[in-house]
């Protein structure tokens, strides 16, 4: 862990809406202002900035925690597609985003740009999701 780091210092603590973890991996819901149900977070708990500082074992667990997360919004929600992705510049630590999208109107890179900038509508999905799974969360 590095100070400094926003991923690292939000895994010191009790991990906000937290949907899996395991030795080497956390998933995680994104914050409500994305307005996007089933936004994930898949975040190495290393401290990794470039590819190649990934030890092979924690690499080889990344497919858990990608299946992990699918399987948590497939068994919740009905996106008509998923989207993955990871840029790291903001927040250099390496880390996934896992982007549902529920409508046709708007798709691919013009879609991921309104998610990842919290500009998505807000839409009865989105008005009543957190409600309903706040619950579902692990503590």
């Avoid at 690292?8 to 991990?15: M, N, Q």
């Avoid at 819901?29 to 936004?39: I, Q, T, V």
Wanted: one cysteine or more; hydrophobic letters at 35%; charged letters at 20%.
């Amino acid at each position: 862990m590095i100070n400094d780091c926003k991923i690292c210092e939000i895994h010191k603590s009790a991990i906000p809406f937290l949907v899996y973890e395991d030795h080497d991996w956390i998933v995680r819901h994104s914050e409500r202002a994305k307005n996007c149900p089933g936004y994930l977070y898949l975040e190495p708990k290393l401290h990794v900035t470039m590819y190649p500082d990934f030890p092979g074992t924690v690499m080889s667990g990344i497919g858990n925690a990608l299946k992990a997360g699918t399987d948590w919004i497939y068994g919740r929600l009905k996106p008509e597609k998923i989207y993955t992705l990871t840029i790291s510049e903001v927040v250099p630590h390496i880390h996934f985003h896992i982007v549902p999208r529920y409508s046709s109107e708007v798709k691919g890179l013009e879609y991921l740009a309104l998610a990842l900038n919290s500009k998505l509508a807000e839409t009865e999905l989105t008005k009543n999701f957190f409600q309903k799974v706040s619950g579902e969360f692990i503590s």
